[in-house]
């Protein structure tokens, strides 16, 4: 299917592009919150932004760049706030100097997409990994049409490769030892996009391809492969089945907690985080304050399913709560 013949919806549509602009009415003291990061959560993001600007007159310049860009950015100290699928580690963050608190703000599924109609894909976790690492070429060893598959995935840092090659490092010795867990690895086949708009995109032009993407981005003819989990049950990375898997996960007191491998619902889960400067930030913290009181919001969070998104469960988004409220001038 020509990319000239897809017509995305809303979401899709003022998502696509590698350094989409979001770009909101001005404060009335003319401040403007510069960001950059994730494109897992870019859709959502953009909706808040929009609702926030119709609300409450702030500017939010996101570029939607990549986990792996906007943490570089973060770090650097040009942007005011980044946004990434992989939370900091400990020693990353004690090397911000100005300090970090990292909120998650949302969660999803990342979805195992294909182009092939009429395939209804199921795969173990070792058929997955068989599959990335390729291993497995062609859709009629399982099941499926005689159809070459063609491989897609990150070529740009990115927080949703990071917790995807982390889930077939779980599910798989072989994955662990070869291309390992990473923002970027060396992939052992397949051709590169950017960003989960960019392999969406390269998805809906190539039949018999297949790669990774946020789940809300399986859009038109593309189908998403029902996963084994830990028990083996097979999940689809619908709102329920990614609820029950996220129920499982301990974030801890930092926020940071993850599971590759949850024991139920579908396995390929995570949240998605923004990254603050714990200082320093006098001039612009109330613009940051009210962007993030709204984003932790039951109306904010209400929104997220209708884009594909997982709400915060109700112990989490207290904790956002009070992390944001340590973030000081």
Do not use: H
């Not at 996009?193 to 990774?212: D, F, W």
């Not at 006098?282 to 039951?298: D, G, I, M, V």
């Amino acid at each position: 299917m020509a990319v000239s013949r897809f017509r995305p919806n809303s979401l899709l549509r003022s998502a696509l592009g590698l350094a989409a602009l979001i770009s909101l009415s001005s404060c009335s003291n003319g401040q403007t919150l510069q960001a950059a990061g994730a494109s897992f959560p870019a859709g959502l993001y953009q909706r808040w932004f929009a609702d926030l600007a119709s609300k409450d007159k702030i500017r939010v310049n996101y570029q939607s760049v990549g986990s792996g860009a906007g943490v570089r950015q973060f770090q650097a100290g040009t942007v005011d706030f980044a946004a990434s699928d992989k939370p900091l580690d400990g020693q990353d963050a004690a090397a911000i100097k100005r300090g970090v608190v990292q909120l998650p703000l949302t969660a999803g599924a990342i979805a195992v997409a294909y182009n092939l109609p009429g395939c209804k894909l199921k795969l173990s976790q070792e058929q997955l990994v068989k599959i990335f690492e390729g291993k497995i070429r062609n859709f009629k060893q399982q099941g499926c049409a005689d159809q070459p598959i063609q491989v897609v995935v990150r070529s740009d840092g990115s927080g949703t490769t990071y917790n995807f090659t982390n889930s077939l490092a779980t599910f798989s010795p072989s994955w662990k030892k070869g291309p390992g867990v990473g923002k970027s690895v060396n992939w052992p086949t397949g051709v590169g996009a950017k960003g989960n708009e960019g392999v969406a995109a390269s998805l809906l032009q190539t039949k018999g391809s297949i790669g990774y993407v946020e789940a809300a981005y399986v859009r038109g003819i593309l189908q998403a492969a029902a996963i084994a989990n830990r028990t083996g049950s097979f999940s689809l990375p619908d709102a329920a089945n990614a609820s029950q898997a996220l129920a499982t996960i301990n974030l801890g007191d930092d926020l940071t907690g993850s599971d590759p491998n949850p024991s139920a619902g579908y396995p390929i889960v995570t949240f998605t985080w923004v990254l603050l400067y714990k200082n320093g930030n006098a001039a612009k913290l109330p613009a940051l304050q009210r962007t993030f009181n709204y984003a932790l919001s039951e109306a904010a969070q209400k929104q997220a399913p209708s884009l594909g998104y997982i709400p915060l469960p109700a112990p989490v988004l207290a904790k956002a709560k009070d992390a944001l409220a340590s973030v000081g001038p």
